[in-house]
T-cell receptor
């Protein structure tokens, strides 16, 4: 158990819908990262928050947004869903925000868009 | 941005065999991690190894940051070692962690 909690574990929804993925970081970690892993693909960095503020942005679509709340949990919102958004979405957390501390990953949310 | 390449892309081993996986990166790094993604999709931390050598049971890793590569050694492989192995690095000055292309390992009985 990495200490990072993601909910839900599985999600099936229809095209055009909106979903929210939730992540609770390890106790004491200030950074939260979101990654997308499509079928047989590598992990693509989406966005990072550090202590409530956006720190870095990757190839995140405009239909996607995220935030980190004062209690440090984070949510990733995916809207106007398309079939191609089906993927495994991972959240990771680390103590620091500069990428120089060890990151720990949650079990992922498997999103299926039908 | 930083480029991270892993080799080989695919590897099939007989149970009990040893293997070496390689991770090359294109820029200076101050951190490197190795992960194992099991067949159920879970990402498991193996090593946090900015430099030097670490060992954990049958697995060990070495990072030579000055030459921009890291090696993961798996000895006496078991079927439970199957899955995809990723290295991940942040480049100096970059916030995000970039994952390598992965090595897909299959250990057969």
């Amino acid at each position: 158990d990495s200490g990072v909690t993601q909910t839900p574990k599985h999600l099936i929804t229809a095209t055009g819908q909106r979903v929210t993925l939730r992540c609770s970081p390890r106790s004491g970690d200030l950074s939260v990262y979101w990654y997308q892993q499509s079928l047989d693909q590598g992990l693509q960095f989406l966005i990072q928050y550090y202590n409530g503020e956006e720190r870095a942005k990757g190839n995140i679509l405009e239909r996607f947004s995220a935030q980190q709340f004062p209690d440090l949990h984070s949510e990733l919102n995916l809207s106007s869903l398309e079939l191609g958004d089906s993927a495994l979405y991972f959240c990771a957390s680390s103590v620091g925000g500069g990428g120089h501390t060890e990151a720990f990953f949650g079990q992922g949310t498997r999103l299926t868009v039908v | 941005g930083i480029q991270v390449e892993q080799s080989p892309p695919d590897l099939i081993l007989q149970e009990g065999a040893n293997s070496t996986l390689r991770c090359n990166f294109s820029d200076s790094v101050n951190n490197l991690q190795w992960f194992h993604q099991n067949p159920w999709g879970q990402l498991i931390n193996l090593f946090y190894i900015p430099s030097g050598t670490k060992q954990n049971g049958r697995l060990s890793a070495t990072t030579v940051a000055t030459e921009r590569y890291s090696l993961l050694y798996i000895s006496s492989s078991q079927t439970t070692d199957s899955g995809v192995y990723f290295c991940a690095v942040p480049a100096r000055g970059y916030q995000k962690v970039t994952f390598g292309t992965g090595t897909k390992l299959q250990v057969i009985p």
